[in-house]
């Protein structure tokens, strides 16, 4: 049943009612009647062709006792998706892979008749509760595993992770409320209501060491301190407005397990003394922004949200906003300013938001996988969490691991482990057999890590060393194929369309350096150019009002730091290594590779290619448009980069 | 604007008051902090943001009309011209540049012959560049209207928009 709004349910008082629900709804999470199938259907999973495949198996499968079917946030392994669970009748419990429309009713019905499929299978879970649920005896300890499959466990992809911000996402329906109970959830909202005093709650979150994963990394705890220390009203934000490209583990959060978010915010208004939350979405996020609703209706429905939460005099209520596509919103003034309906400027930070931020109140901001973490380090005790990470950098981050990489997908590692581990062990490494070039962390104010510091455990401090940051974790892969000058120039093409405009060191600084690096890209560098950019740089850094622009240069910096042969390659010998600058490379076939198989001649769009069959084959340079489809479509590397 | 877009504007476009009234005073209770919201709701009905719906929408909750064209044109999702009837929206994050979304973006606007941000003659689609959908280990990544479509290729690209019309 899904709860709209007005819908009331029974009203949440206890640890006794909420364990009630969970003795309910825990049946159905581990000891289903019959046979149960969970479809990954976050915005990924239907990406890749899930909603297709739910259809399909709930018109096979309606309602019912038997088999039902049901939709769960990713499991992380985007790459390998539509992903499908299914258990029951005291079979293992599978998780396949690429189960599309065509696959997923063979699977289905192969597993009811014990035919396990095993070509489409992932991996079997051996455990599938979550950290929070340790008092309960595993379920599938009685039950006789498939032989020959691995673990999901074991697995490279998973096995060096530890989910605590992720533990739910791809394990309940992010759309009933009983199912995040079920895992454990709002116990550490109603321990905070019944047995800790707000100052109490904060001292854990000091103490666990929970810095912000969004970006900056500020202290969690001494953020609440210092707003609950102010008089009057005040408000708890979740910023949801992830806009670094090539980062998604806030939309996972969301779509996989909302609740995990809300509990946070409602325990960070119980510590700070709010009594009014927002959630400011970017609308690139609709499913995220459906959920959201669902859950805050669910969470009022049992008394867990509104008035008099879990019985006691403790009020609070969410208001969702969304974003209009405006990736400078993300900062925090600017986050505050549009959630006031205003073009979204930052302002100077001498006083701080959490003096004065939302309508001149005091107001608290983190993000969402900050919120995620907040209950369970409630419920597992600071020193627990401390104990994970590293000293300076406490706790696990998630990472969106994409790019050039063969497992791609989101990874939740503890802090201080090393980028070889995330990029070779977790994700297998480069595809293609093609070097490793360089991984890019922190997107637009980020920078780019070469091979050499590929044992640089990974934590907030040692980030900032290299000349990048963490940022909001997204870890984007390239290879021998990817130009860094090309990518400087992406960045802080980028950076010129979002700039706000308010400030000119920013606005007019962002826009030469681009237009500097446009002229080397197309050919026309000069050999000044890198000193150019590098004093235009320090003069951003230095006199820019806000994060976007001080940061705006690191991309530049890190490239010219590690890649500066590649610059003078473009600058000096008119020659772009990678095959990506237009005007300075041109495609040719390669005479001792070529074996005349005439696949690059049918793919070509411009009919550019021409050659008998068996026969070496010729590019017509004055017809290529050097779109690049020959070289990817050749297996014999015959079509090389001049 | 160009001159042809607004000819179809002040021409084609009729403003429903009615729905305005229910947008503005039931959905948002004309409260001056929901603008950047209204609009949305305005768009997503009007296709874009219709003239004619802003001064309405100045009037009915207070705030000047160059406070809402500020917000409107600040903001990458707003437009003030008719789009097309299918929005194409290609990704253009860092895992999908790195991953070939660059060329791809230059094949469609070479298929369609429209530049970024503009529309087919025959209204057919319109061409947006966005930044990240968050659908990253799929990349390249293009979303027409509500669906997104994972691992485009400059191969694939025409199947794909042979689906709509």
Known sequence: MVITKGFQAMQVRSIKDLEKIRQDYSKRLYHPEGITVNIGMASCGIAAGAKASFEKALERFPEGPGTEIHKTGCLGFCQEEPLVEIFGNGRPRVVYRHLSKDKILDAIEGYIQGDFNKKWILAQIRDPRSLLEEDMENPLAEIKPIEGIPFLEDIPFYNKQTKIALRNCGYIDPDRIEEYIAKGGYLALMRCLLNFAPPEIIKIIKQSGLRGRGGAGFPTGIKWESCAKLDGERYVICNADEGDPGAYMDRSILEGDPHSVLEGMLIAALAIGSNQGFIYVRHEYPLAVKRLVTAINQAEAYGLLGDHIGGTDFGFRVKISTGAGAFICGESTALMASLEGHVGRPRAKYVHTVEKGFREKPSNLNNVETYANVPVILLKGAQWYGNIGTEQSKGTKVFSLVGKVKNTGLVEVPMGISLREIVFDIGGGIPKKKAFKAVQTGGPSGGCIPEQFLDTPVDYQKLTELGSIMGSGGMIVMDQDTCMVNIAKYFLDFLKNESCGQCTPCREGITQMAEILADICEGNGKESDIRLLQELAAMINKFSLCGLGKTAPNPVLTTILYFRDEYEAHIKDHKCPAGVCKALFHYEVDEALCNGCHLCALKCPQEAITGEKKKLHHIDQEKCIKCGICYNACKFNAIGIQ | ?165
Request: glycine share 8%.
């Open chain 2, 1 to 165: 604007m160009t001159e042809t877009a607004l000819c179809r504007t002040e021409q084609t476009i009729e403003i429903d008051y009615m729905e305005l009234d229910r947008i503005i005073g039931e959905e948002f209770n004309n409260d001056q902090e929901n603008l950047i919201m209204i609009l949305q709701a305005i768009q997503h009905h009007y296709n874009h943001l219709p003239r004619a719906s802003l001064t309405y929408l100045s009037e009915k909750i207070g705030v000047p009309i160059s406070q809402i064209y500020g917000v409107g044109t600040f903001y990458s999702s707003f437009s003030l011209e008719p789009k097309g009837r299918n929005i194409i929206s290609v990704c253009l994050g860092t895992a999908c540049h790195v991953r070939g979304g660059a060329r791809l973006w230059e094949r469609i606007q070479d298929i369609l012959n429209v530049g970024p941000r503009e529309t087919t003659e025959d209204m057919r689609f319109t061409l947006e560049p966005v930044r990240c959908i968050g659908c990253c280990s799929l990349g390249p990544v293009v979303k027409i209207n509500e669906d997104i479509y994972s691992r485009v290729s400059q191969e694939n690209i025409q199947k794909v928009l042979d689906g709509y019309h």
